[in-house]
């Protein structure tokens, strides 16, 4: 396995390229994609005049949510790693709108603090597995913390009940050029907390108590549009950037080996429903 500094500057340079998908597509990756944080956000329970840190925030649609939670008194503080949709964010949910609402571009593995704190609770959607070293982007999130503040989180468990996340890319791959390194195992990913032992760990040692971890099913619902839906899961996933420097041609090659792999998502009745099994992580920041 790779070492931390060099995990981190792989990541860096995916998220660099892979910011065009996530921007291109950040309306549906909002609607479509709501389920994989909706478990954290009802277990979060922002109240009015909170102070809420988003980790990994994206293109921004779960920060503002959660400004929409804890209204204008309150503050809601997206982080994310990606220069480029952080800028997106910036454009899509303004204060004036939002209330209350920041955005920052931020590593959380490298600073000591993040800005906006102290929070009464963080909330996170499918990013703490992606941390090259996630103790210590927990540690961060833990100071950022006021002592007794919540963490609510989600990740992605095993392959075997996400089935979807592979196929898009799988399908593609033979049509594209080369694409970046897949994680192999403890290496950020979406199967990196596949153990909750291992995420259980992570949290205690980053200084959090009261850790629970619980399982929890849900189902994308995507359109019935399966070129265009092959093409979202692409340019989202690990073979995006290839995806998008190809010719025509290829594009649309990949897409079509992409639609072969997903067609079993399909329902008789139309649309594309994605089994999606998560870990819902609760904890309380200790002093």
């Given at each position: ?21 996530w ?104 990013t ?59 290496e ?26 619980s ?38 090659s ?34």
């Amino acid at each position: 396995m790779a070492d931390t500094a060099s995990l981190r500057s792989r990541n860096a340079a995916f998220w660099a390229g892979a910011a065009a998908g996530w921007i291109r597509h950040a309306d549906r990756q909002d609607e479509v994609g709501r389920p994989l944080g909706a478990p954290a956000m009802d277990r979060l329970a922002a109240r009015q005049g909170e102070r809420i840190l988003d980790v990994g925030c994206g293109c921004g649609g779960t920060t503002a949510e959660l400004a929409t939670a804890v209204g204008e008194t309150g503050a809601a503080v997206g982080v994310d790693l990606a220069e480029a949709m952080v800028t997106t964010a910036r454009q899509r949910f303004r204060p004036d709108r939002y209330p209350g609402i920041q955005f920052h571009v931020a590593d959380i593995e490298t600073v000591d603090v993040l800005p906006g704190g102290p929070f009464d609770a963080a909330f996170s959607r499918m990013t703490l597995m992606l941390l090259a070293d996630p103790v210590a982007g927990c540690a961060t999130i833990r100071r950022s913390l006021r002592t007794g503040g919540r963490l609510a989180a989600t990740v992605f468990r095993d392959g075997s009940v996400n089935p979807w996340l592979s196929a898009a890319m799988l399908g593609a791959a033979p049509h594209l050029g080369p694409l970046p390194p897949l994680p192999v195992g403890d290496e950020p990913g979406p199967h990196s907390f596949a153990d909750p032992a291992r995420l259980a760990r992570v949290l205690t040692s980053a200084g959090f108590t009261a850790v629970t971890i619980s399982e929890c099913d849900v189902a994308l619902e995507a359109p019935d549009d399966a070129d265009a839906v092959a093409e979202w899961l692409i340019e989202v996933g690990p073979a995006g950037a290839a995806y998008r420097i190809s010719p025509p041609d290829r594009q649309a090659s990949a897409r079509a080996g992409a639609v072969r792999l997903l067609d079993r998502f399909r329902g008789p009745g139309g649309g594309h429903r994605l089994p999606a099994g998560l870990w819902v992580v609760t904890a309380t920041a200790a002093a």
